[in-house]
């Protein structure tokens, strides 16, 4: 069983700055790529920005240059730092991971709970 937890989103000005983090815990022999995803209120859930084992990442465009996403993988933990938010930005962010279980089953249908940002003046 893998569980992935997610923490530090919440209600920010315009132009203002959070990090959220997502640490996986559970029966795990390794953890390829990690990722966040988004959900805005009547849109599908989008990609934010991935990153693999090996630190290379992955953004969408609406979040380049603003957003970094970065992982510690001894404590198996991701990381993303949003910078200038813009009320767009408002959804549930989710947690992904693609991770090896210890019966060698591989499987990167691993979500976190999802946490909540909120961009407005």
């Known amino acids: 069983q893998v569980q992935l937890v997610e923490s530090g989103g919440g209600l920010v000005q315009p132009g203002g700055s959070l990090t959220l983090s997502c640490a996986a815990s559970g029966n795990m022999f390794r953890i390829y790529e990690m990722g966040w995803y988004r959900q805005a209120p009547g849109k599908q859930r989008e990609l934010v920005a991935t990153?693999?084992?090996?630190?290379?990442?992955n953004y969408a465009d609406s979040v380049k240059g603003r957003f970094a996403i970065s992982r510690d993988n001894d404590k198996n933990t991701v990381y993303l730092q949003m910078n200038s938010l813009k009320p767009e930005d408002t959804a549930v962010y989710y947690c992904n991971a693609d991770i090896l279980g210890v019966t060698f089953e591989r499987s990167n249908n691993n979500w976190g709970q999802g946490t909540q940002v909120t961009v407005s003046s």
């Open positions: 990153i693999t084992k090996e630190l290379n990442t």
